[in-house]
């Protein structure tokens, strides 16, 4: 049940672009409006007995896709260190790759999956940045989460937590073996 909550908040995370990219003014309980109308709005695909699967995925995804800056996420989740010795293909490269990764993975994921109850609270100014913490009750388990965005014509995010682990770190991790051997090629071919 824990890795269906997983895959459903991250899920949810990669979905929140949408209406974060709205026009809005950038204050932070706009942003914090706009997540709880975005994951509103995405259950109510996901939790449609009328969409089939693949429409759903379809549906998520055309969501998303115009609002999402996954160059920003791939680099954060590369680390500077690592991105500034790419070349500007290899980063390309690398940002289509992962952005292809996580859509398919995630995607796949949340259109089978159904939520509990979802609470969101205040939104917390982090510099200029804000953070959304959201709580998910299913089957009397609480699981803890926080949406991160920054605002740049719109808000966009750019990093979830799930009980304070980071995907921005978790694939971090991941990536690291082949960063540190400056294998970007075998990275991409993993994540193809």
């Given at each position: 049940m824990l890795k269906r909550i997983v895959f459903f908040l991250?899920?949810?995370?990669i979905l929140s672009g949408h209406a974060l990219h709205a026009q809005s003014s950038?204050?932070?309980?706009?942003a914090g409006q706009l997540v709880k109308t975005t994951v509103t709005d995405?259950?109510?695909i996901?939790?449609?007995?009328?969409?089939?699967?693949?429409?759903?995925?379809?549906?998520l995804k055309a969501l998303i896709m115009p609002f999402f800056d996954f160059k920003t996420i791939t680099m954060l989740t590369v680390g500077k260190e690592y991105w500034s010795k790419l070349s500007p293909d290899e980063a390309a490269s690398l940002t289509s790759a992962y952005e292809r990764y996580l859509l398919k993975f995630y995607l796949d994921k949340v259109v089978q999956l159904s939520a509990g109850k979802v609470t969101y609270g205040a939104p917390i100014s982090v510099g200029s940045k804000v953070h959304i913490p959201v709580t998910m009750v299913d089957k009397g388990q609480q699981y803890h989460m926080t949406y991160k965005f920054y605002y740049k014509n719109g808000w966009k995010a750019y990093d979830f937590e799930l009980e304070g682990v980071s995907i921005i770190q978790t694939y971090h991790s991941q990536f690291e073996p082949f960063l540190k051997k400056g294998d970007i090629n075998g990275l991409i071919r993993v994540l193809k």
């Open positions: 991250i899920a949810v995370f950038g204050t932070p309980q706009e995405a259950l109510k996901i939790d449609s007995p009328t969409i089939s699967t693949a429409n759903k995925r379809e549906k």
